[in-house]
């Protein structure tokens, strides 16, 4: 007797909630109800030229990056702006003769700021394929590294490779810095993950058809290419930039000595050159002008202050505070902060500087005992106090240092 199966995914008949059988082949209704999805997705492209996506206000979208992101208005305004933009140049009708370029944007901010946050929401927010992608492995074409397209390569796998889809999605290319140009003086060695990469690049931002090898890896001459149209994709770039601070001080002429100097100078925060960044300070680290112009959206994030990290501790809907909070909640255990046990955290985040991701570190260090023993224990309230974490962080500590 012949077993029934999904002709699609393989499933047998006792796996499947519900198997409809056809003349020569069997499907299951988890695939049906995948292949309505791919139909209405066709047939709205085909009609329309344009895959379905939602069209929010920037005001919607600051107030939803608000719930999850702390402080950084300056660049939720701009993001929020930029985005939407975007996507009403991607409803605007072929015939009109106003063409809107793309909006692809540059985010200049310390490490653990929130730049990967804000294009992860924004992207959560639209409902649209997001891929977050590294650009320290990025090398030139024929060298040992990954080729420029393999950026498209997981935004392909976000849309479950349906390309009309995956065309109209978010990519943020992480550590955009560390392809900046080495330097102008010639060498015998070639830059090939520097100023090549960005070359590279260009086309990507502009807006071209690129052919990009559905596994990723390197291409050859006999493996079957996904042509991926990349004129409505939107690029976010990030980058902490170490030292542009310097850069950007040398160019407000803050050491200079002479009549007026002062004056001059004086309402520059010397705490946060960030916030003053320009075109000119990208092209001075070592990005070609080529891609500053195809990158016209350039907003910073500040760094983060105390009152800051002390509420992305507990505030956003996401907090770490929570996170473990809904953890012990699992065990049946209520979990209790004191105020100064969080003060004590944010206080040790800003002696490493590493920002909002140094606080999880620092929460590992001092919940790890408590996660390893009371799972097991018959208790149903766990009180964290600032002297249980100082002693469970001394004692982490203590711990790495006999180790190296």
Request: glycine content about 6%; some cysteine; hydrophobic content about 40%.
């Amino acid at each position: 007797m012949k077993k029934d199966f999904c002709s699609f995914c393989g499933r047998p008949r006792e796996e499947a909630p519900m198997l409809i059988s056809g003349m020569h082949a069997d499907i299951c209704n988890d695939c049906v109800e995948q292949a309505h999805i791919i139909v209405t997705e066709e047939l709205t492209y085909k009609q329309t030229g344009k895959t379905g996506f939602k069209l929010i206000k920037p005001a919607d979208i600051k107030a939803h990056l608000d719930q999850y992101v702390i402080g950084q208005d300056t660049a939720k305004k701009v993001l929020s702006v930029a985005v939407y933009n975007h996507y009403k140049r991607l409803s605007q009708k072929v015939a009109d003769e106003v063409e809107i370029e793309k909006s692809n944007i540059m985010l200049v901010g310390e490490t653990g700021t929130g730049k990967t946050l804000l294009a992860k929401t924004i992207a959560k927010l639209l409902d649209v394929p997001f891929a977050i992608v590294d650009a320290t492995v990025l090398t030139e074409a024929g060298y040992v590294g990954e080729d420029i397209e393999s950026l498209l390569v997981r935004l392909l796998q976000a849309a479950d490779y349906n390309v009309p889809l995956a065309e109209q999605g978010i990519v943020f290319i992480d550590e955009i810095d560390k392809i900046a140009r080495k330097g102008d003086n010639p060498s015998i060695t070639r830059d090939v993950s520097g100023e090549g990469v960005q070359q590279g690049l260009l086309k990507l931002l502009e807006g071209s058809v690129v052919n990009v090898p559905p596994q990723g890896g390197r291409k050859h001459p006999d493996q079957k290419m996904i042509p991926v149209d990349t004129k409505n994709i939107l690029f976010m770039c990030g980058g902490a930039f170490e030292g542009i601070d310097k850069i950007i001080a040398r160019r407000l002429n803050t050491q200079v000595v002479g009549f007026g100097t002062k004056e001059r100078t004086a309402e520059i925060n010397r705490d946060n050159f960030l916030q003053y960044v320009a075109p000119q300070d990208l092209r001075t680290y070592g990005l070609i002008p080529e891609i500053i112009g195809r990158i016209p959206v350039l907003t910073n994030l500040n760094p983060l202050d105390r009152n800051v990290l002390r509420q992305i501790l507990t505030e956003p809907k996401n907090a770490l505070i929570k996170q473990y909070t809904a953890l012990f909640k699992i065990d049946g255990i209520d979990l209790v902060f004191d105020d100064e046990t969080y003060d004590f955290i944010v206080d040790k985040a800003i002696e490493y500087k590493l920002g909002a991701r140094g606080l999880r570190s620092i929460c590992e260090s001092i919940m790890v005992d408590a996660m390893f023993e009371y799972p097991s224990k018959k208790v149903k309230k766990l009180h964290i106090t600032v002297d249980f974490a100082r002693e469970r962080f001394a004692h982490a500590h203590a711990s790495v240092r006999s180790v190296s």
